[in-house]
Each structure stands twice: as structure tokens, then as C-alpha cells.
């Protein structure tokens, strides 16, 4: 399994902007499906955005897209999650997680990632 690490949370007020990063034991993730999940408090886990490593495809949650946007570096071991037009109602932990690219589009479901971040608080308050 991957050492995965998230950073970049924080607190922000609606409408405002932080950026998620996510790097993976430094190994290349251009073999993985990288997604971004977040969980409120008495709330399941949902998966926000995805991508797939050597494809680039991606995929975004209805409540985010539009929003939201990831991307990974040139080199491919760290991705990006940039949270724009911030609402209170995506307050919540940020967790990075990994999984085979092959599981392609289905890549916000959590069910197929097998390494996971510990997370990262994201607060929208003004």
C-alpha cells in the first residue's frame, strides 16, 4: 500500500479558495486513480473529484463541479484539488485516497481504493 499525505486545509470563508495537495510515498501516480473524498461531521463519506493517472480523465460530484478543479503535476506525483467559490456546506475532512487505474470512471466510488490519507480539515465559516 501507499503512504498517502494530504495537505493544505484550512479554514475559509464562503466564497473563498483553498488548494489541497496529495502526494503519494513520492512514487509516481501516474499508475493510480487518485480521488478526493470528504466526509462531515455525522455525515457518510462522499467522493468529491477524481483522476486517473496516464489518461488524465477525471470526474467531479454534482456539488462541486464547476468549482472544483484537480490536476496533477508535470511529474506526476503530487495532485492538486483547488476548491473555489467555497460554501459552508463542503466544511468537512478531505481525505486523498489511491487505486488501480483501471477502475477508470468509477473513480469516486471508495469502494475501490485500497490507500487512504488521514485527511485534511477543510472549515467555510465567516
Known amino acids: 500500500q501507499l503512504q498517502i499525505v494530504e495537505s493544505g486545509g484550512g479554514l475559509a470563508q464562503p466564497g473563498g479558495s483553498l488548494k489541497l495537495s496529495c502526494s503519494a510515498s513520492g512514487v509516481s501516480l501516474s499508475d493510480y486513480a487518485i480521488g478526493w473524498f470528504r466526509q462531515a461531521p455525522g455525515q457518510e463519506r462522499e467522493g468529491v473529484s477524481c483522476?486517473?493517472?496516464?489518461?488524465?480523465?477525471?470526474n467531479h460530484a454534482d456539488s462541486v463541479r464547476g468549482r472544483f478543479t484537480i490536476s496533477k503535476d508535470k511529474a506526476e506525483k503530487t495532485v492538486f484539488l483547488e476548491l473555489n467559490s467555497l460554501k459552508r456546506e463542503d466544511t468537512g475532512v478531505y481525505y486523498c485516497?489511491?487505486?488501480?487505474?483501471?477502475?477508470?470512471?468509477?473513480?469516486?466510488?471508495?469502494?475501490?481504493?485500497?490507500?487512504w490519507g488521514r485527511g485534511t480539515p477543510v472549515t467555510v465559516s465567516s
Open positions: 483522476i486517473v493517472g496516464g489518461s488524465g480523465t477525471y
Open positions: 485516497a489511491a487505486a488501480s487505474w483501471r477502475i477508470g470512471s468509477m473513480c469516486l466510488q471508495s469502494q475501490y481504493f485500497t490507500s
